[in-house]
């Protein structure tokens, strides 16, 4: 993909953290990773997610992948 496009990747961390009465601050604090880079990955402007960091995430909200990310289709 050239880097001029924009990735298609949703993150339903917000969901996520709503559904389980957390805030961003407790997963961070749970997950090991700053808060700053949870919100990235939340606000969909993460280019990259490290495996141990997205395993992390889904042990603690005890989630898929599938249930954090999915791809939206391309627009026509």
């Given amino acids: 993909m050239p880097p001029e496009l924009e ?13 389980r009465g957390l805030t ?16 990235v990955l939340k606000n969909d402007r993460a280019k990259a997610i490290r495996f141990s960091t997205l395993t992390a995430i889904c042990d603690v909200l005890d ?6 990310l999915t791809v939206r289709p391309p627009e026509p």
């Avoid at 961003?24 to 919100?39: A, E, M, P, R």
């Avoid at 989630?63 to 954090?68: E, F, K, R, T």
């Fill in 24 to 39: 961003l601050t407790q997963l961070s604090t749970l997950v090991g990773v700053s808060v700053v880079n949870l919100s």
């Fill in 63 to 68: 989630c898929q992948v599938g249930d954090l």
């Fill in 7 to 19: 990735h298609r990747v949703t993150c339903a961390l917000d969901d996520l953290l709503a559904a």
